[in-house]
């Protein structure tokens, strides 16, 4: 598809990227020096501003601009913004899939034009990697875009990038998408005018535009704004509490000196002594924005950053602050909000806000693990969230994209990269682990997409990356064969896998072994079974599409056997005695006979006080696994825990969103250097409403769907709706009366026997003891 008709590829002098020095995984997990050459004001780039002046006559009847960059931009026309979407063009897979953004601008045009645009670092360029590299996507910033001017007898006229175009700079000092901006006020120039002085050189360049795709999914917009909720001193500065983590970034209305430096910092959290710290470590991972005044009342806010936080720690003032002179800006994907929960318990309550939060966090352009110290698509985290990101909001386009991103990322072997998109320091990982992908990180894409129909009910979905799909499979099949025969060729123990990661018994306690030993300890078994499930979903997926499925199933039946051979006890106990093992050996099928897993499970989570001991990936399925397996009770006891590691442990120790580490705040009040926006463990939100609200998709898209909520002495009480394709389906538990609204074209089955047509359905669970009585503790 032609995007631009006359436009070029335009930069100008200074847009090269300083590139840091090599520093790998290796050196990170090991704590070695970092390789910081400089000061940011020194290494880093100064945004660079674009004009280009032109006129129009009053005959126009249609304007479009057409735009897109390697890095971020901002584009005005006259002084006024094109969009409210803010870092443009999104994160994607430069190389291979960069965004082309299309805004009609026939109303911000006058005779006279002026067509400002400012470009930074971002994500192309900017020290977005694990590690902390900088020219990740590419070494040089630039521009292109193009003005359609439609006239009132057809005729068209284009107003392109190329050389003509003046280019400056202007407050920005530098401005970086992980360490922070730094502002000089008394440089402020306007976009209103065509600057005279300091003009640098307007270069063409000569880029491909093979990679350039349309917009599609939702732009990144400012969604909420949250006041300050306390302030106070710490030595010479101030502190300020929003009450919330959240991602974004902060706005200060302050009266500045000429040549008053204000440095803000941002963090998640505050010590013990409730002193604010930086919980985020590593190399350019500041988040710290810096302003110099000009001798005015200023509204101090960044241009092209955001940072993880709920505290601002502001030094270089010396007068009050007020509360209401502070605010966050919360920023995500402009996605529908779908999902509501409520009910009578308000530890659950906040839970679920947590969750919530916790996506709200990580959903800015792509689904992250955290919005301050990585902030990468990891295929693992999103591939557990999934199910109740689903709930929350309509993530249907957001996540194709990204799934888009991914297939184009894939090796030609079949290989799912562990993160999409994938810096340049990403292929570095290598050296640390030996692998570019894991067992139940590249298994994403088959389960997402396979997610994202049954709630959506859209087929077309799993036509899109079913090559994809096959193609993973192949690799996944080949690599656990190797050279080995027998049974032994079903076992993917070739290579490095994440396995069940961090399961709490390996990473709470000053001794424990850790991250790297969970794996370790459980990526043969747990690569095996997700071996084992993904060809049996393939097998489900293939006969929804018309393809044969019967390859999978044979496959997937030689992995089970191979499965309990190798990790099965003639007794029928697992010979990995770890809740995780036994929690997806039970979720995915795999033992003809449960009876003695299950059991074990129970005893192993009974014997630890009614604590779970699950890692990333069993943590979706152990309450499943629970309740259907007839410990109800203890799937509710370990849900209501407050003993750490534990959902409500969290809770009680003031947390806001979802916490990377269950042990983040340790049982001593000690808070440990640890992302406190991870939404992985926040999958237990899908259990939340499939049980106790009782919502269940029965065919896709909820064109079917039983209603079979299941109480408990903590809840009395509950309230769920959700937007489905079809509209609005609601439940809700008041004493003993169900009401449950079924959306027209949609049919529901209570406890999958009474059918409910479309329609409002007053129950009285009073008539239906005998039913009831079977679905509560």
Not at 105 to 125: C, F, M, P, Q, R
Not at 269 to 278: C, K, L, P, R, T
Not at 294 to 323: A, M, N, W
Not at 398 to 405: A, E, G, K, V
Request: hydrophobic letters at 35%.
């Amino acid at each position: 598809m032609k995007f631009f008709n006359y436009a070029n590829w335009i930069t100008a002098e200074g847009c090269q990227v300083t590139k840091e020095p090599t520093f790998s995984l290796k050196d990170m997990f090991l704590g070695n020096a970092n390789g910081h050459t400089s000061d940011p004001e020194e290494r880093l780039l100064s945004p660079r501003y674009f004009f280009k002046a032109f006129d129009t006559d009053e005959n126009i009847v249609k304007a479009k601009l057409r735009i897109t960059a390697r890095g971020l931009y901002k584009a005005y026309i006259n002084g006024k913004t094109v969009t409210e979407a803010i870092f443009t063009p999104d994160y994607t897979s430069y190389e291979n899939y960069l965004m082309v953004q299309e805004y009609d601008v026939t109303n911000l045009l006058k005779e006279n034009n002026l067509w400002t645009v400012i470009l930074s670092d971002g994500w192309y360029a900017g020290r977005v990697s694990v590690q902390g590299g900088s020219a990740q996507f590419g070494d040089e910033l630039a521009l292109i875009a193009e003005i359609e001017l439609e006239y009132i007898d057809g005729t068209k006229e284009y107003i392109s990038t190329d050389d003509s175009f003046i280019a400056t700079s202007g407050k920005h000092v530098y401005s970086d998408i992980f360490i922070g901006e730094m502002q000089d006020l008394q440089k402020t120039i306007s976009i209103t005018n065509l600057p005279s002085k300091q003009l640098i050189p307007v270069l063409e360049r000569n880029y491909s535009n093979e990679n350039l795709v349309k917009q599609v999914g939702p732009q990144v917009v400012e969604r909420q704004m949250i006041p300050a909720k306390k302030i106070w001193r710490e030595e010479a500065s101030w502190i300020i509490d929003f009450g919330q983590i959240l991602a974004g970034y902060a706005t200060l209305e302050l009266n500045l000196d000429i040549g008053q430096r204000i440095q803000i910092e941002h963090s998640e959290v505050i010590d013990e002594q409730g002193n604010f710290i930086n919980n985020i470590v590593g190399r350019n991972k500041e988040q710290t924005d810096i302003y110099i005044g000009r001798g005015q009342k200023e509204c101090l806010r960044p241009d092209f950053t955001f940072h993880g936080f709920r505290y601002l720690k502001v030094s270089g003032y010396e007068g009050d602050i007020s509360l209401k002179q502070a605010h966050a800006i919360v920023i995500f994907s402009d996605v529908d909000e779908t999902g509501q929960f409520s009910c009578s318990n308000q530890d659950i309550n906040r839970l679920m806000e947590n969750i919530k939060w916790s996506q709200k966090g990580n959903m800015i352009s792509i689904p992250t693990d955290c919005p301050q110290r990585e902030r990468v698509g990891w295929t693992g985290d999103i591939q557990v969230f999934a199910p109740t990101a689903t709930f929350f909001y309509d993530m249907k386009s957001f996540l194709m994209r990204w799934l888009d991103n991914v297939v184009v990322e894939q090796l030609d072997n079949g290989e799912i990269l562990d993160y999409t998109p994938a810096p340049k320091d990403f292929y570095q990982g290598i050296d640390f682990t030996g692998s570019l992908s894991s067992a139940g990180w590249g298994d994403a894409i088959v389960m997402i997409p396979f997610e994202l129909y049954n709630k959506y009910g859209d087929a077309t979905i799993l036509r899109r990356y079913y090559d994809a799909m096959l193609k993973w499979h192949e690799f996944s099949k080949k690599s656990a064969q190797g050279d080995k025969t027998g049974h032994k060729k079903y076992i993917w123990d070739t290579k490095f896998h994440y396995g069940d990661w961090m399961f709490p018994s390996f990473m709470l306690g000053k001794d424990a072994p850790g991250p790297m030993a969970t794996a370790e300890a459980t990526k043969d078994i747990v690569a095996t079974a997700f071996l084992a499930n993904t060809s049996y979903l393939l097998a489900k997926i293939s006969e929804i599409l018309d393809e044969n499925p019967q390859p999978f199933y044979d496959y997937h039946e030689l992995v089970k056997a191979a499965y309990n051979t190798e990790f099965i006890n003639e007794d029928g106990s697992m010979k990995v005695d770890l809740q995780g093992c036994l929690v997806l050996t039970l979720a995915f099928d795999l033992v003809e006979d449960k009876n003695k897993i299950v059991s074990d499970l129970h005893t192993l989570i009974q014997k630890n006080n009614f604590r779970l001991d699950t890692g990333f990936l069993s943590i979706p399925y152990l309450l499943d696994v629970l309740s259907e397996n007839g410990y109800t009770d203890t799937a509710f006891k370990v849900l209501f825990q407050r003993a750490c590691p534990s959902w409500l442990y969290e809770i009680d120790h003031g947390a806001t969103t979802i916490w990377e580490s269950w042990a983040a705040i340790q049982p001593d009040g000690e808070v440990t250097k640890s992302s406190f926006n991870h939404y992985a463990f926040g999958c237990v939100g899908d259990w939340i409403v499939r049980n106790i609200a009782g919502l269940q998709v029965k065919e896709p898209g909820f064109k079917e769907f039983s209603v079979a909520p299941r109480c408990c002495g903590e809840i009395k009480e509950f309230e769920m709706t959700y937007q489905c394709l079809y509209g609005r389906i609601s439940i809700k538990k008041v004493n003993n009366t169900l009401t449950i609204v079924v959306p027209k074209e949609t049919r529901a089955y209570l406890y999958n026997d009474d059918v409910l047509e479309a329609g409002i359905h007053t129950i009285d669970l009073n008539k239906l003891e005998s039913e009831i009585s079977l679905h509560e503790i």
